[in-house]
């Protein structure tokens, strides 16, 4: 099987820039963190050169986003004494998305005051950093509208990090409205595995001595029945049957690889941790358009024990989606 | 001991031995020598009142002040609250009751800006009721039913799973839709 | 002043703009980019920079608005009987000359969570909190600053740019210590006690804060770190499947000693936590840095993370 893609294919850049995350025929949870940005080739293209990104579904995901707040506004929060935090995010932000974009975006920063004009939402604003009043919404459901990411910003203290701040509307079956307030080990609780590894307090230990010179990111991934952005716990009555009701034939079209490329950022005035998931779906259709993925990705879901599978809400299908993959992977040999 | 057994929940596959499922002690602390203030929330019960007396001995001892709670369980939060609001920082909170009692002591400490290493806690009913968060209307729920049973919403009637996922800051268990998966 | 010296990776040159001397003894720097310099950064109240003071490397505490990036200022206490950095900051520096300064670094920043702040500060220990007055002039956050000074020593002079009523003076310690107790007993919940000064002062001020019920985790103060991590001593590593022999120079992670010498070792994050680029050890005593291996892997010493560990004794035997 060839292991390079002839460039006069042209893909289109939700295959050749998505985050595929399997670098070996099995996957078990670890801290796997690396610096921030720096580009990462894969079997389709590459990505990972800029932390803030854009893709095709920008218009369409920040207008889910609102949809969302505007149905369940607890999917913004921000605890009092994150106010300092919030406002390094709105910077730090909007700065990383002027280097991302710098044709359709402008900034301008004079003291407190900042200048922002973004192309790809129509937005024009002015604002000073410090006060609320100057924005249309609370800061960080604001900073929402501008990026495709979710935001969480985690206080240190107490020798431990804590979910004092997040703006989640794209989760993978949890729930910042109840997870917040949480500290670091207790919001990741129902993760399997890592406790025993000693995964979670190393990473918790890796977060507590950032700085801000260097960014770093980590990849996390799950399947998903359709594009839907919003799996929460919130709405698992909406989309829980769906576990139920796949067929095989539907497994192509309808089930996604779900990635979250996490940025992990230390703030420089607040000192807070923040957090980015950067969520990409590509339905396995797509995924196998790239041979190496398909084979990859069939390997890894073959494999993946089941507590695991359980966890990232697969276990009901998987056998589907392996199916299918091996049909897939039969007939273009 | 089954290790495999003790480890992972027949229905999640979640960690059993590090989730932010509270482990309450079943046998009381010792006040806070270092405290000058403590604020006493005791349940109704003989061991809960014997804790309370032990807290009380201990205090006089260290010339602490000791301020008992006079409030039903439902009036506990805002109490603790309008106690706090004015407090020194050597206040700290002494809890001895049933998991709902404490979860509600917890949560209005934390509230009122104590912070975990001030509040010292006796659970003296195990088999006691227990808060509940639905997940989906926000209601919660004080139910006798076991982590990892099944109870109704008292919001919008569910039958919500009773996870091994706690907000001390809530104060409730996560609870979520047991059934979703097989809705029509 | 017109020789650079190398100060770590991220040190830029600054710009002496403007010298001032605020009180006796004391010298304001502000220091600004000097052209084709990176751009200042924010930075979190109470940070401080190293800056190389002629053969010295000493660290100030930033004392301007932590969001102003138009310029850094420092406050630098002349000691006479010292190193000399302080000497040389006083002595030699003009207006104009640069100055290799590091990236402002956070040892001391103020506790977040904290509804209100009581500040102890002993003479010049009083330059971090002038940072924190300012970010909590912004987010409005109460605050208490008690500066105690040696009689006949005149305040710090930025002291009165900050709103009345927040900070108190206290002339000598005597002074001071007979108003500790009050402000201790008064303070309300939420508060958070950050103490700066000399160390003794420091033990003294958070032992009285404890005897009268302050936990330990509303108690807070200045330690410098070191200055950057010791870069160790050298030593040998023998890749023993190999049987090739690599010098790993101090200051040289044993990671990049054994890419350099070829050795097929995977890696990821270089900070000791990600696992990746475990390697067995089959001779000689590890020095471990690491986040990933267990103190029960740390015991059985048969593996060491080489991006961040090293070696106890002359010679480590690599399953290489």
Known sequence: MSSTIDPSTALPARITRFPFPF??????????????????????????????????????ELSERDRILTHD????????????????????????LHAAQPDLTRLRIDGDRVHWENDLCGTSIDFVIGDASTLPADPLTWLGTQVQEDICLLDQREGALWLDAGLVTFPADWSIAFDVGMSFLEFHGPVPRVHEAGV?????????????????????????????????????????????????????????????????????????????????????????????????????????????????????????????????????? | MNAVAEITAPFSGTCRLHTSEPRWPTTRPPLDAAGGRHLLVAGPDLASTQSAIAWQAEATAASAKLVPVLADAPAVGASLAELLQD?????????????????????????????????????????????????????????????????????????????????????????????????? | MSTVIVAGASAIALEVAAIEDPAPGVRTLRLTPAPGEPALTPYAPGAHVEVEAGDRRNAYSLIGDPRDTSHYAISVLRCDDGLGGSRFLHEQVRPGDRLRVGRPKSAFAPPAAARSHLLVAAGIGVTPFLSYARAFARTGTPYALHAVHRLGFEPHAGLDELPSGRVTHHAGRDAFWSALPELLNEARLGTHLSVCGPPDMIESVLDAARQRGWPEHRLHSERFKGIEAPPGEPFRAHLMRAGVTVDVPSGTSLLDALLSAGAQVPFLCRQGICGECRVGVLGGVPDHHDLHLSQAQRDAGNAVMPCVSRCTGAELDLDL
């Open chain 1, 200 to 333: 979670m307090p190393a990473a918790e230990q890796f977060l507590m001595r950032l700085t801000p010179e260097q960014a770093y990111r980590r990849t996390n991934w799950t399947l998903t029945i359709d594009r839907r952005m919003d799996v929460s716990t919130e709405e698992y009555p909406v989309w829980g049957r769906d576990r139920r009701l796949l067929t095989l034939d539907e497994v192509p079209s309808r089930v996604h690889l779900r990635v979250e490329v996490q940025h992990l950022i230390r703030l420089p005035v607040s000192g807070a941790v923040m957090f980015l998931i950067r969520t990409s779906m590509l339905p396995l259709e797509e995924v196998v358009l790239i041979p190496e993925w398909a084979q990859r990705t069939r390997d890894v879901i073959a494999e993946l024990p089941d507590d695991m599978a359980d966890y990232k809400g697969i276990i009901r299908y998987r056998h589907l989606v392996v199916q299918w993959l091996d049909g897939h992977l039969a007939r273009a040999s």
């Open chain 1, 23 to 60: 670098v070996r025929d099995t996957y078990r949870y670890s801290a796997n963190v690396q610096a921030a940005p720096a580009p990462e080739v894969t079997a389709a293209g590459g990505w990972g050169d800029v932390i803030v990104e854009v893709d095709e579904h920008y218009l369409a």
């Open chain 1, 73 to 96: 506004p607890a999917r913004s929060i921000t605890l009092p004494h994150m106010a300092e935090a919030v406002w390094d995010a709105v910077l730090f932000m909007l700065q990383e």
């Open chain 2, 87 to 184: 407090a020194p920082v050597s206040t700290r909170l002494l809890v001895a009751g049933d998991e709902a009692l404490i979860a509600r002591a917890v949560a209005a400490g934390l509230a009122g800006g104590l912070r975990p290493p001030d509040i010292r806690v006796h659970l003296t009913d195990p088999a006691g009721p227990r808060p509940v968060q639905c997940v989906h209307c926000r209601a919660i729920t004080e139910t006798t039913t076991p982590v990892d049973g099944i109870c109704a919403c008292s919001g919008c009637g569910v039958l919500l799973l009773v996870f091994p996922h706690f907000s001390r800051r809530i104060g409730a268990y996560l609870g979520f839709h047991a059934e979703a998966e097989e809705l029509a």
